[in-house]
């Protein structure tokens, strides 16, 4: 036997259990970590630890932080330097997840991959073997997060709030079930985009979205001038129940594809461009007049999609009592779906998930990724603002 191989059975005898060899793994770990970080700091200030200099910045102590591996939770020293320059990159500011191989993982599952294609990708591009059980425990780190976000407090009010689903195919009592993540997505004071939050559900009906509606008040939402929905029979209401003073707009392009279902191939487009003339117009009277000629020409061959058209006909128009930029982002509930569609790009690989937690988590990190563009306004912010302010004076600045 090699002198190295029996030092290191020596070495290992002194840890009696796996979880032994766990925590000193996890100290050595801690201590790399800070030490990386030491090196870090003296690379940023240029000069190293003791060493005489005239440089004015200088080293000013530590803070402690709390960060997660797949260790698990340590707390580590982070040393700091008198004019607060320093961001380490191995572990930044405001980020508690030690970044490396746990943020590769992380990203690669947000993606669609699942744990044992992360293993091989890993294996074949950094040539380094993790197991799927390590993965999954990396992956399981997402679930305190979702916890923190879907309770965090919420601004007190939102100028427009998009609700719409999207479903999944998750695993039940040993049975392949239809289960929908519901999704609300706020547009905020500063004009920027912000997803509300998530809520699985099996059914959508206007009682589970009573539910979610009053998550929203309990996290601070006091008022929403405006939401844009899908035709839920029942839903206006619920949203009145909620937030009395909400204008309710059914999205435009949903009522088109339900109306579009009950006409036969020969007639669509001619029936599509007599319909646009409904929702093109320019006023709200002139809609309606369009609506009665359209009802003339088709109410006798396609009677259900015309009655939907008037059943819905308060809350399908509301966006023609806006100025024509803000219609244009209560119109549809474009935005949720356009959202939608990125989350189904992540998790186009999963045909089904085996727990309610695992669609949950996939959803999460998808619209981590899907959002990490929304930094910025929406087009034409200023001009909205004005006619928000105008409208809603009181409101907007509650």
């Known amino acids: 036997m090699k002198k190295e191989d029996l030092l290191s059975d020596e070495f290992l005898k002194q840890f009696k259990t796996g979880e032994d060899l766990y925590g000193f793994l996890a100290q050595l770990q801690k201590r790399g970590i800070e030490k990386m970080l030491e090196g870090e700091l003296d690379a940023h200030l240029g000069y190293d630890k003791h060493e005489k200099t005239t440089k004015p910045n200088a080293r000013n102590g530590f803070s402690n932080k709390k960060i997660r591996t797949s260790f698990g939770e340590s ?7 008198r004019d607060a320059s320093f961001n380490p990159l191995i572990v930044p500011k405001r980020q508690n997840m030690l970044d490396g191989l746990e943020n590769v993982i992380i990203s690669l599952y947000a993606k669609g991959m699942s744990n044992s294609d992360i293993e091989e990708q890993i294996r074949e591009v950094y040539n380094f073997e993790v197991s799927t059980s390590t993965i999954s425990r990396i992956t399981d780190t997402v679930s305190s997060d979702i916890i923190a976000w879907q309770n965090r407090p919420l601004e007190a009010v939102y100028l427009i709030v998009w609700m719409d689903g999207i479903v999944f195919k998750v695993r039940e009592n040993s049975k392949i079930i239809n289960k929908t993540i519901y999704l609300a997505i706020g547009l905020n004071r500063e004009g920027k985009k912000e997803v509300l939050g998530m809520w699985l559900g099996k059914n959508e009906s206007a009682s589970f979205w009573l539910g979610v509606l009053t998550d929203l008040k309990a996290r601070g939402v006091e008022d929403i001038l405006i939401t844009a929905t899908d035709n839920l029979n029942g839903f206006t209401q619920t949203i009145k129940n909620v937030f009395p003073e909400s204008n309710t707009q059914i999205c435009v392009v949903h009522q ?10 020969k007639d669509k487009k001619e029936f599509s461009a007599d ?45 023609f009592d806006f100025p024509i930029e803000i219609r244009k982002i209560i119109y549809t509930t474009n935005l949720i779906e356009n959202l939608n569609g990125k ?5 186009k690989n999963k045909l089904s998930f085996p727990t309610d937690e695992a669609v949950l988590k996939s959803v999460y ?17 200023g001009l909205i603002l004005n006619q928000f302010l105008t409208i809603f004076e009181k409101r907007v600045q509650l």
Do not use: C, G
């Not at 707390?75 to 330097?81: G, L, S, Y």
């Not at 709200?284 to 396609?302: G, P, R």
């Not at 990190?365 to 912010?381: D, F, G, V, Y």
């Open 75 to 81: 707390e580590i020293q982070v040393p700091r330097d």
């Open 256 to 265: 088109i594809r339900n109306s579009a279902r009950y006409v036969v191939w």
């Open 275 to 319: 319909m646009k003339l409904i929702y093109n117009a320019p006023t709200k009277e002139a809609a309606k007049a369009s609506l009665e000629d359209f009802s003339k020409k088709w109410n006798h061959k396609y009677p259900y999609a015309i009655k939907s058209w008037k059943e819905n006909w308060e809350e399908l128009t509301v966006f």
């Open 343 to 347: 989350i189904r790009k992540y998790t």
């Open 365 to 381: 990190l998808a619209l981590r990724e899907a959002t990490k563009k929304w930094s910025m306004p929406i087009q034409n912010w």
